[in-house]
């Protein structure tokens, strides 16, 4: 089975994995930093917003299963993309809200979809970015599966339960 590779800023990174391992299709989650110059950086780094860094998740999912347009869904669903360098009370841009786009069909998709949100629910005042993907450096063990390793218990700014009513699994 071959696997496409999403990812995406959509703020802290602990709630966002545990939403994106609900969905069907998805068959890998990982979280960690992209986006800035500093080479494995750590998670303190990343926190000083010196790295040029964001909290992110990489997705491996399966085409026959679910689609990188779903995904996308499920994204706008999981942030507030007026907010550009921070969700909930969580500011910085470590932060910051962004689509990394893996190849050119997914920068056209994801450029319709953001062009499509704006239009529809946002007025033009989406914060959101859309840059190329670039390095993905994987969080310290502790933050992998943050969520799920304490039962659900931990700060997010994402409902997990509530983005998933909102969106078919």
């Known amino acids: 089975m071959k696997l496409e590779t999403a990812t995406f800023g959509a703020g802290c990174f602990w709630g966002v994995e545990e939403l994106f391992r609900q969905i069907n299709g998805v ?6 930093y992209t986006g800035g110059t500093t080479k494995n950086p750590t998670y303190e780094e990343v926190c000083t917003g010196k790295t040029g860094h964001v909290e992110a998740i990489e997705i491996k999912f399966d085409l026959k299963e679910t689609s990188y347009e779903k995904l996308l869904d499920v994204f706008w669903q999981a942030h507030n993309p007026l907010q ?26 994801a450029e319709k979809s953001k062009e499509k949100m704006n239009k529809e629910k946002f007025s033009g005042r989406i ?3 859309i840059e190329p993907a670039k390095e993905f450096y994987p969080a310290e063990d502790y933050h992998q599966r943050y969520l799920e ?3 659900g218990i931990g700060y997010c700014h994402i ?4 983005v998933l009513s909102k ?3």
């Open 27 to 32: 068959k890998e989650t990982k979280v960690g």
């Open 84 to 109: 550009a360098d921070g969700q909930g009370h969580d500011v910085g841009t470590q932060y910051h809200a962004i689509i990394f786009y893996h190849n050119d069909k997914q920068k056209k998709t």
């Open 127 to 129: 914060a959101t970015s």
């Open 149 to 151: 390793k304490r039962g």
């Open 159 to 162: 409902n997990v339960k509530e």
């Open 167 to 169: 969106v078919q699994k």
